[in-house]
């Protein structure tokens, strides 16, 4: 198992280029937020906006619109139940981030459906949350995609069949073999499963354990993965910065709020790209 450096975040973040427009930075859209999860979505795509990704759009139940453009005016809409427009805006799509507040209902599984069977092999996915929970249910393959899966351990129970108890770094790479896409198990420590490596994420304290603060990691993942070329690096930085945020804001507060790691974001990832 190696841990992850700050020093592979140095490497992953860079100085942006002069000669560079927000096409440059991708293009990343995350579905998610029914009628009861829409600060699911909206926390994830806040995330994603503030990791720097060029072009947000969020596919969402409308009846979350006001409220997300209250707070991140940045991002386009659509509306997730229109499928013809969902189709045409995916295929522009570099990054899809799929699950936050989804919700596992027949709608979110038809949803999930579609949208899966429409990923090109450039593109890069990242299920998450109540995707994940319908994705334990399924038997179609994945598309083939630079894929990543970020369960927490109880979701990770119900993808890989592990209980929480057997989640060893040993039988979590193996099921990762079988599923044959990269997988963040969420933990106080989090573990990391490639084709060939575990990584081990160093941070992470208890004030994290509050309701988003996964939906926040999907879209920070989202947002590195839109920039930065190499899929795993951008992975790994993404989990390394989350919890080294929180874990600096801890040290003066019991809890660490979702929306205050991504009010950080952008300030820790200058100080990564100075040189
Ligand atoms: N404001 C919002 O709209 C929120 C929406 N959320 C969405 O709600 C949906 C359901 O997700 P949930 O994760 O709540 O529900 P799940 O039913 O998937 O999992 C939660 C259960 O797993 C247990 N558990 C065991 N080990 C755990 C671990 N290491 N980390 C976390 N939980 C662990 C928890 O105690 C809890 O009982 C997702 O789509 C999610 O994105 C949540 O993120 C909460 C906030
Ligand atoms: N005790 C803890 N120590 C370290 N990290 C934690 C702890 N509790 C939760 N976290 C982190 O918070 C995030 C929770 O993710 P998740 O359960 O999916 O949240 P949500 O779905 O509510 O957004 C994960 O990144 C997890 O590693
Ligand atoms: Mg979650």
Request: aromatic content about 6%; charged content about 15%.
């Amino acid at each position: 198992m190696q841990s992850i450096t700050s020093e592979l975040v140095h490497q992953t973040i860079r100085r942006r280029p002069a000669e560079s427009h927000k096409g440059t930075y991708g293009r990343v859209m995350l579905i998610g937020g029914n009628q009861n999860f829409g600060g699911a979505i909206i926390m994830a795509a806040t995330a994603a906006i503030y990791s720097g990704a060029g072009l947000v759009t969020v596919a969402t139940d409308l009846v979350n619109l006001t409220s997300l453009h209250a707070q991140l005016p940045e991002a386009m809409v659509v509306d997730y139940h229109q499928t013809a427009m969902m189709t045409q805006l995916l295929k522009t799509m570099d990054v899809i981030v799929i699950g936050p507040g989804l919700g596992t209902d027949q709608f979110a599984a038809r949803l999930l459906t579609t949208v899966l069977a429409q990923v090109q092999p450039q593109q890069r996915v990242v299920i998450d949350g109540s995707a994940l929970t319908l994705l334990a249910t399924r038997t179609q393959p994945l598309p083939a995609a630079q894929i990543v899966v970020t369960p927490h351990q109880m979701e990770w129970q119900r993808l890989s069949g592990l209980k929480i108890a057997d989640q060893t770094p040993t039988a979590n790479h193996l099921a990762q073999q079988r599923l044959g896409v990269t997988a963040i198990v969420k933990a106080h420590h989090t573990t990391v499963y490639t084709t060939d490596r575990v990584w081990f994420n160093p941070g992470g304290t208890p004030a994290m354990a509050t309701g988003g603060m996964g939906d926040t990691l999907a879209g920070m993942i989202g947002g590195f993965t839109a920039q930065f070329k190499d899929f795993t690096n951008a992975i790994l930085s993404a989990v390394y910065l989350h919890s080294e945020i929180a874990d600096d804001l801890a040290q003066a507060r019991y809890v660490v709020l979702p929306h205050q790691i991504s009010a950080e974001i952008p300030k820790y990832m200058h100080r990564y790209s100075l040189n």
